[in-house]
C-alpha cells in the first residue's frame, strides 16, 4: 500500500499517463519470458513512491535540517512519475531499434518525448493545471520536473546549466535519473520488479543504500553519498544490472524477436496512419512529434492496425516475418542480420562506483573516495565488452549449413575467437556452434573489435 498526493493522482488518471498500461516494460523479452508483462504503467508508479522514500530518508539521516520544501519533495515525485511518458511501442524496441532506422538523423530520445508529452498532459488537462497551482507550484517548479525527465534545456550555461533549483540543491537532480554515476530510484525499481517477473533472482538491496545516504558538498555541489561499507552493495546493483541485460534485455531470442518486430515496424511504418493534430494522418515515425497522434501509439494499436487492416500490402503474412532468399544454395548479405550487443556496469569503459562519494562513519561529513583495491581484488577489471551476433534468415538446412560455414570462414578470415556450443554444452576448442533453430539460426562471438563489415559475408 502507498499514499499518493492528489496531484499524482490527477495525473495518473489523464489519458497521456493511462497510455502506459499498455507499453511493455520488457519489449520483446515477454515472447522469451512470459511472466515479464509489466508494463511502463505500474514502473512509473514505484519510481515516484522510490523517490518520495529517499528524500525521506536523507531527512531523517540530517534530521530534518535539509533545505527541502514540500514544493520540492512533489516535484521529485512527479517527475518520478512523469520520466517515462514519452516511451514508444514495445519500450526500447522503438527509440533504438525503429526510429533509427526510419529516422537516422533525427537523434530522437524518449526522454525528449516523456517531456513533451507531459506539456501536452498540462495543456489538454484542466484540472491537472488547477491542482498544480493549488499545490502551490510555479513555473519554476514545471521546469525543474522537466529537467529531472530530460538534462537541462540549455548546456552552455557554465557550471551551473539547471533553471528550476539553485545549485545549492544540486542533490534533487541525482534522485529520479543520476546523470554522475547512475544510481537513482528509476534503476532500484525496475531491477526489482523486471527480477521479479522475468524469475530471475536479485541478491542487490537498494534499501540499505537508501537508509544510509547522506547529503555533503563535493566541488561546491551537494551530492549524494553512500555509506563506505555500503560499496559492496553498489557493485552488486551494477552486477544485477549486468546480469539482466546479459539473461534477459538481450537474450539472444529476446533480440531476434525485436528484430523481427522491427522489421515489421519498419514494413508496416509508410501504411499505418494515426490522426493528430488538425486531423492529419500520420505515420508512426512521424507522430513523435505529434503528442495527440503519439498517445495513441501503444503496443496493442500497432499490432491491431497489422492484423486487421484490409490493405493487401499490409497483410499480416508479408510483415511480420523475416524475409527469406535462397538462390542456388547461395546466400547474400541481405540474408544475414549482424548485432553488435554492448554489455557493461551503466557506463561504458568506466567503473561507475568510481564516480561515487563516500562517507566513514568517524567523519561522516567528510566526501571520500572508495578505490576498488580497498574493496576487493576479485572485482572485475573491465567494465564493457562486445558480442557480434550474426543471425541468418535461412530457414532450410542447406541454408543454415552454409551460413555457418560463412561465419566460420568469417572468423578465420578476421582472427576472431567464437564461443562453440554444441548439443552437449559448450565444445572446448571445437567448431560447434549454436544449434539451428526456427525462424532463425543464431550464432555469437566474442567481439573485441568495434568495426566488423557485413559486405565481408557477401564477398565469400
Not at 248 to 270: C, G
Not at 326 to 351: C, I, P, Q, W
Request: charged fraction near 25%; include cysteine.
Amino acid at each position: 500500500h502507498i499514499e499518493l498526493h492528489p496531484l499524482l493522482l490527477r495525473i495518473i488518471d489523464t489519458p497521456q499517463f493511462q497510455r502506459l498500461r499498455d507499453i511493455k516494460q520488457l519489449g520483446g523479452a515477454y515472447w522469451v519470458y512470459p511472466g515479464a508483462s509489466h508494463n511502463r504503467f505500474e514502473h512509473s508508479i514505484g519510481v515516484c513512491h522510490l523517490a518520495g522514500q529517499l528524500l525521506e530518508s536523507l531527512q531523517r539521516r540530517h534530521n530534518n535540517t535539509l533545505d527541502l520544501t514540500p514544493q520540492d519533495i512533489l516535484c521529485v515525485k512527479i517527475a518520478g512519475l512523469c520520466h517515462d511518458l514519452g516511451h514508444g511501442p514495445f519500450s526500447h524496441l522503438f527509440d533504438m531499434l525503429f526510429i533509427p532506422q526510419v529516422l537516422p538523423h533525427k537523434g530522437w530520445k524518449h526522454e525528449d518525448a516523456s517531456v513533451a508529452m507531459f506539456q501536452y498532459m498540462l495543456e489538454e488537462n484542466s484540472d491537472v493545471r488547477e491542482a498544480i497551482k493549488e499545490a502551490g507550484l510555479s513555473e519554476d517548479d514545471v521546469m525543474f520536473i522537466e529537467e529531472q525527465i530530460a538534462g537541462p534545456k540549455d548546456t552552455e550555461q557554465g557550471d551551473w546549466p539547471y533553471k528550476g533549483r539553485p545549485r545549492e540543491k544540486s542533490y534533487l537532480y541525482e534522485i529520479v535519473a543520476n546523470r554522475r554515476n547512475g544510481i537513482d530510484v528509476d534503476k532500484w525499481d525496475y531491477l526489482a520488479r523486471d527480477s521479479h517477473f522475468l524469475g530471475i533472482p536479485m541478491s542487490f538491496d537498494h534499501k540499505r543504500i537508501m537508509t544510509f545516504a547522506r547529503v555533503l558538498e563535493v566541488d561546491g555541489k551537494k551530492t549524494i553519498c553512500a555509506r563506505d561499507k555500503e560499496v559492496h552493495e553498489l557493485y552488486e546493483m551494477f552486477s544485477t544490472r549486468n546480469s539482466l541485460h546479459r539473461k534477459a534485455y538481450k537474450h539472444k531470442t529476446t533480440r531476434i524477436v525485436e528484430r523481427m518486430i522491427t522489421e515489421a515496424f519498419v514494413e508496416a511504418n509508410d501504411h499505418i496512419r494515426i490522426q493528430g493534430t488538425g486531423g492529419r494522418l500520420l505515420k508512426m515515425s512521424e507522430a513523435i512529434d505529434d503528442m495527440l497522434a503519439y498517445t495513441k501509439l501503444t503496443d496493442h494499436f500497432v499490432i491491431q492496425q497489422i492484423r486487421t487492416s484490409q490493405d493487401p500490402q499490409l497483410a499480416q503474412e508479408s510483415v511480420i516475418k523475416i524475409m527469406v532468399e535462397e538462390s542456388e544454395g547461395k546466400l547474400t548479405a541481405k540474408d544475414f542480420v549482424v548485432d553488435v550487443v554492448k554489455f557493461d556496469y551503466g557506463m561504458k569503459e568506466r567503473n561507475p562506483v568510481d564516480c561515487v562519494w563516500f562517507y566513514s562513519k568517524d567523519n561522516p561529513t567528510k566526501p571520500i573516495k572508495v578505490h576498488q583495491n580497498q574493496v576487493s581484488h576479485m572485482l572485475p577489471m573491465v567494465f564493457k565488452e562486445e558480442q557480434l551476433r550474426v543471425y541468418s534468415t535461412g530457414t532450410g538446412r542447406e541454408a543454415c549449413s552454409l551460413a555457418q560455414s560463412y561465419f566460420i570462414r568469417l572468423c578465420n578470415m578476421k582472427k576472431l575467437a567464437y564461443e562453440s556450443q554444441g548439443d552437449e554444452g559448450f565444445a572446448h576448442g571445437s567448431s560447434y556452434l549454436t544449434p539451428v533453430r526456427q525462424p532463425l539460426a543464431e550464432t555469437r562471438i566474442n567481439d573485441t573489435t568495434k568495426k566488423r563489415k557485413l559486405s565481408e559475408i557477401n564477398q565469400m
